[in-house]
């Protein structure tokens, strides 16, 4: 395994923080959709979880991995779940270990490192593995995860190859445990009302589309690293855009056009992914979307649609926090919830009651569908058809 933790944790992560802090926690001002967002209250659960909810049975979650992501985001987002609990970690570094079992009261059996990671199939207190390491690592851990016959999470992208995700759909469905990838804003009320206005048609037929996520990256880490990363910010950043663009329309592309951006370091930082990548989706009805992504520049996040009665838009809208959305008939009124929370008490809500995750392997697979053909389109300077990606969609109607 490469030794990733020589790298910089310096990382977009910290960036997505900074910018979600700064913009402050919500928007304030009349809503003028008014009774309409009354359908983004949290999901009631199934019977299996509200019978745990009296009971105070939690899932216990191992995370692997214990950087930036788990510690600034997954592990207090599990001091506020309902069905779930943190309970146990994996990690190479035995300082990070001794500072995690202190602080979260994790005991001494429920602490793994990489080559130790195969016992906790005999743990029962480990219900769910999160695996949240270096892309290129995915692959591996999780296909361990199934072996291991626990349920698990993974974070996105899914892998560094649309092979990689099927070796990894078929290993989980080999062990018949769930498998959900961390695409937290499906369970985030600004882009469940975007999914809401765009799929129902609220303002009519969306006629374009457009959407960005960048940073301005300042030392090596190892998003920069081929190996590790798979490729550059369209892995990282970019897909948040993809993913908004589909979610919002509810459909997938037939196509996609792309180029690369111009690399201002191709001798440092972006020797081995790109700098940036613009890229366009187009879809079966016409309809364009725009979208751009860059580690050599800082940009909003913004996802917007126009459509022929009106428009919607988030800015920013893939953050942690302070999200802010906006429509042709005012601001939207919504309150920012913890993302990871929601998230993960809904992958213990499908385990408990043996139903569907609205982000399962598949989707993951699709994005990485999508995303090769992004670079085959920006390498060759053609359009890439994606009209045989994986037919998976997260419909509004549906939950």
Known sequence: MKNFNSFSAVSRREFMRTLSLGMGATLAGTSALGSSLAWLEEASYGPASLAALQTGRQLGVALVGLGGYSTGQLAPALQKTKLCKLAGIVTGTPSKAAQWKQQYSIPDQNVYDYKTFDRIADNPAIDIIYIVLPVGLHAEYVERAAKAGKHVICEKPMANTAADCRRMITAMQKAGKKFSIGYRLHFEPHNREMMRLGQQQVYGPIKKMKADNGFRAGSKTWRQDKELAGGGPLMDMGIYC??????????????????????????????????????QMQFADGM???????????????????????????????????????????????ENVPQQARQMDDFADCILNNKPTRVPGEMGLRDMQIIEAIYRAAATGQKVSTKDVVAVLDKVSSR
Do not use: H
């Not at 509810?250 to 700098?275: C, H, I, M, R, W």
């Not at 913004?302 to 800015?315: V, Y």
């Open 242 to 279: 993809l993913q908004g663009i589909i979610y919002t329309k509810g459909q997938l592309p037939v196509s996609v056009t792309a180029k690369f951006a111009p690399n201002p370091d191709p001798n440092g930082l972006f020797n081995e992914v790109e700098a940036g990548v613009n890229w």
């Open 288 to 334: 364009v979307a725009d979208c751009r992504t860059s580690y050599a520049e800082n940009m909003s996040g913004l996802l917007r649609a126009d459509a022929t009665k009106g428009w919607m838009e988030l800015e920013p809208a893939f953050g942690y926090g302070g999200l802010q959305g906006r429509t042709s008939q005012g601001p939207m009124n919504i």
